[in-house]
Each structure stands twice: as structure tokens, then as C-alpha cells.
């Protein structure tokens, strides 16, 4: 993959989530989330910066189901997928370096 | 070392970024320091980036979205040469001239300061109150309101704020409870009505919160009687917090005059601190109109007020 942040919806996140070999971070996001915008410039610097971890993201807008899913109820959150499955959900905007260290186990 | 600064501005909410077009256009090339991404109301862009419909800034007929008017703010402060530092200041010592500002390790010099750090929501300080945070339990309506559709939900709060998002979430809610622990509210007359009017909002009146509920998600609150302390359950499945802000000042608590609730102090008519050189605009020194709009108008008045002082102590 690229590296950049990746959009998913319902139709490809399983595909890419469940063949991914490294953890992927998706950021669960919306356009009216003021949070959601402050963090987005972090994601893409992580996203190039760091090879260990993929990240993506998906509009809980446009995907209601996959915030459905993993029981969303606050965004910005972002939840880092291992082998497939939810492994970290970390809720709330928070700055580069505490967010770092939230998923240092995965980089 | 870094080189000395004609003007640092600490805080990036409508004051702050008022400040910094009107001293980047005054060639004082002020170096912003904005904060930190947080989903708590203290942040890059202020209290506005938790917010939906700015309706009463004026120039946008058809109002305008917090977040927007915010990234709105500080692109017209970026095209007049203002830097910005992503972070939160950890120290600052206003004894002696020029000024220092640390951000972590990194400290800053200026010879004059502009404090616009804000106000940040309180919380209700319950016991579950962290824990369920995320979990059903918002400080953001605009972010969390979606994932509430067709729910039951209660705001508390009496104020502008309160009323606000709970006539917000009334667009998503089955039905918003407005617990308030007055018999009448606080917030602006038109917010009122608009509350009082709307069917699907009910505003519990002489009620507080004494208890959070639930264990993986919010299930519930206790609410007491403000004058009958009778205690009663409240099965919602979100809950909102709106109860009003304290003012970011812990920073200066030791180096600038504070009132007794918190507030900085600045002269009447004026933007000055008892420090000549410090200036502080908008919500953390305003305890009374707390509005975008007069945050801005302080935020002028404290780069003008900058810019004068450096005119009058060149060097």
C-alpha cells in the first residue's frame, strides 16, 4: 500500500482490514467533527512517517454500519485492527505525541 | 535560542487569532502558540471547534459552521506571515523582559505577550464520569449527536451552550431531556423559546445529576430534586454535558492578577494585565459577554494595545 490514509467503506473494509499484514488504524471521522479535523493533519504525518502501521479511516457518515459495528458512539476514534480484528480503541482528539505513544505497541 | 519575538500569542480560539491578522498586518510577524489537538473545548481554534451553526457572527447571513469560521480565522492570520506551534505551553515567566515562554523544553522570548488561552468545559466531577466518556457520555454534541438517532438522551445545562445542543440533538434524539438545576434558564431569549417550543425537548426543571450509570456504556443518571432532594432514576442512553467553563489561567496563576473566579484581570476599556507588555483578550479574561464575537473585538484591541507599547519602547 501507498503510503497515505486509505478511505473505507462498507464494501472494501473488510477486504482490507482482514488481508492487511501489519495493524491498521482507522480513524472513524465526519465532516461536522471539529476533533475529527484536528487530528487529520497527525494522521497523515504518522501515515508517512511511520512504516509499521497502516492507517486508514472511514466516514461514519457515508458508513453508519461499520460505526455500527464497533459500537462507535464519540468521534474522533480511532481503533488499531491486528490480524483482522479490533485490538486498540482510543476515543477523543489528542496530540501527535500521546497518540504515538497510545499505539507505540503497534508500530 | 530562539530569536526575540516582537509578539507571542498563546491561545487560538476568535481572540487569539483576531490578534494575530492584526499584529501579522502590523509587521510584528507574531508567532501563535496554538495548542493541542483534544476533544475537551481546549484546543487549537477554541471552544467554536466544538460547535455547529455559528447564526450570530456577523457577515455570514446564513451563519456558518464553528470548525469552518475557526479554519477560516487562522488562514487569514497564516496569509499575513503569523506562525503557528502546534503545542501547549507548559511555563511562562513574565518577571523580567524580554518575556519567556517555554513549550516543553524549547523556551521562546518576546517583548510582548498576548494571553488568549480561553475556557475550557466543566465537567460534573461523578464518579463514572472519565470512564464512560466516549461510552455514551459527550462534551461534543456536534460530534456524538449523530450516533444517538432515534434515542433517548439528556442534556444538562441552562445556559446558551445548553440549550443550544440540546435543541441540536433534538434533530437526532427520539426525545432530549434538559436537566437544570434552576427553575428557569439562563440562556439568551431566543434560544429559550426555540427550546421551550420544540416537542421534542423537555426541560426537567430544580434538577441535578447526582449519579452516573453503566458499566460498558451510559445506561442511565440519578437526578435529584433541587428543593426536595427526592432522588429518581432517568434512563437515557447519552448524556451531554454543557454546565458552563472554568478559565485556562493556571499557566499564570503566579505571575498575572487573577479575580477570585478564576478570570484574569485587564484594566477597564483596555487589554492590559498589570504586567506592562502582557496583554490578555477573550474568554480568559471576560467573564461576562463570553461571545465569538466580543472575543474578537478583545483580540484587536489587545494587538493594537501591542503594538503601541512596542512603539513606545523601541529596542
Known amino acids: ?107 | 535560542m530562539n530569536d526575540i519575538r516582537d509578539a507571542i500569542i498563546i491561545g487560538s480560539g476568535p481572540a487569539g487569532l483576531t490578534a494575530a491578522i492584526y499584529a501579522a498586518r502590523a509587521n510584528m510577524a507574531p508567532l501563535v502558540i496554538e495548542g493541542e489537538p483534544s476533544s475537551t473545548s481546549d484546543q487549537p481554534g477554541g471552544q467554536l471547534m466544538l460547535t455547529t451553526d455559528v447564526e450570530n457572527f456577523p457577515g455570514f447571513p446564513d451563519g456558518i459552521m464553528g470548525p469552518e469560521l475557526m479554519t477560516n480565522f487562522r488562514a487569514q492570520a497564516s496569509r499575513f506571515g503569523a506562525e503557528f506551534i502546534t503545542s501547549k505551553v507548559t511555563r511562562v515567566d513574565f518577571s523580567e523582559r524580554p518575556f519567556k515562554i517555554w513549550v516543553g523544553e524549547d523556551a521562546h522570548r518576546a517583548r510582548t505577550v498576548i494571553v488568549s488561552t480561553g475556557a475550557q468545559s466543566l465537567m460534573l466531577g461523578l464518579p463514572n464520569e472519565d470512564r464512560l466518556l466516549g461510552h455514551g457520555l459527550s462534551t461534543c454534541a456536534t460530534c456524538d449527536g449523530f450516533f444517538f438517532r432515534d434515542q433517548d438522551i439528556a442534556v444538562v445545562g441552562g445556559g446558551d451552550s445548553a440549550v443550544e445542543e440540546a435543541t441540536f440533538l433534538t434533530r437526532f434524539a427520539s426525545k432530549v431531556y434538559l436537566i437544570h438545576r434552576r427553575d428557569q434558564l439562563r440562556a439568551s431569549k431566543i434560544m429559550r423559546e426555540r427550546a421551550l417550543a420544540n416537542p421534542k425537548l423537555d426541560i426537567l426543571w430544580n434538577s441535578q445529576v447526582v449519579e452516573i450509570q453503566g458499566d460498558e456504556k451510559l445506561s442511565g443518571v440519578v437526578l435529584e430534586d433541587t428543593l426536595t432532594h427526592d432522588q429518581r432514576p432517568l434512563i437515557v442512553q447519552g448524556l451531554f454535558i454543557a454546565i458552563g467553563h472554568h478559565p485556562n489561567t493556571a499557566l499564570f496563576q503566579d505571575q498575572l492578577e487573577l479575580k477570585a473566579n478564576g478570570y484574569l484581570v485587564t484594566e477597564p476599556n483596555s487589554s492590559k494585565t498589570q504586567i506592562a507588555g502582557v496583554f490578555a483578550c477573550g474568554d480568559v479574561q471576560d467573564d461576562y459577554y463570553r461571545q465569538a464575537v466580543t472575543a474578537a473585538g478583545s483580540g484587536c484591541m489587545a494587538a493594537i494595545d501591542a503594538e503601541r507599547w512596542l512603539e513606545e519602547h523601541p529596542g
Not at chain 1, 481503533?79 to 497510545?102: Q, R, S
Open chain 1, 1 to 107: 500500500m501507498a503510503k497515505g490514509i486509505t478511505d473505507l467503506d462498507m464494501n472494501s473494509f473488510d477486504d482490507v482490514i482482514g488481508s492487511s499484514d501489519t495493524p491498521v488504524l482507522v480513524d472513524f471521522w465526519a465532516e461536522w467533527c471539529g476533533p475529527c479535523k484536528m487530528i487529520a493533519p497527525i494522521l497523515e504525518e504518522i501515515a508517512s512517517e511511520q512504516d509499521g502501521i497502516k492507517i486508514a479511516k472511514v466516514n461514519v457518515d457515508e458508513s453508519p454500519d461499520l460505526a455500527r459495528r464497533y459500537e462507535i458512539m464519540s468521534i474522533p476514534a480511532l481503533i488499531v485492527f491486528e490480524n483482522g480484528e479490533p485490538a486498540k480503541k482510543l476515543i477523543g482528539a489528542k496530540p501527535k505525541g500521546a497518540l504515538l505513544e497510545e499505539i507505540g505497541e503497534f508500530l
